[in-house]
């Protein structure tokens, strides 16, 4: 990843647009302290794309999942140990 200084980044913005649409990334920084980053369009849509059931039957949740550790919940509301 391309790293330019603020200048350098408008002195050569096409350039730097060009490359970043062919996949690459350029940082931006300020006094060498990196700000911002440029990336591709579509590199970032695609990271917002949520994968709905990407770990179907790898994970199990058990049937009283939603009762698990009741008796010590109420417990401690109600000052038992």
């Known amino acids: ?14 350039r730097l647009v060009e490359r970043v649409s062919k996949g ?5 920084a300020k006094a060498g302290k990196p700000m911002v980053k440029l990336v ?9 794309v949520r994968r ?11 049937d009283d999942f939603d009762r ?3 008796e010590e919940i109420v417990g401690l509301f ?4």
């Open 1 to 14: 990843m391309k790293t330019v200084n603020i200048h350098e980044a408008k002195t050569n913005l096409s």
């Open 24 to 28: 690459e990334s350029v940082v931006i």
């Open 40 to 48: 591709p369009l579509d590199e970032g849509e695609l990271r917002l």
């Open 52 to 62: 709905i059931g990407f770990m179907d039957g790898e994970i199990s949740v058990p």
């Open 68 to 70: 698990m550790g009741a």
């Open 78 to 81: 109600e000052s038992r140990s």
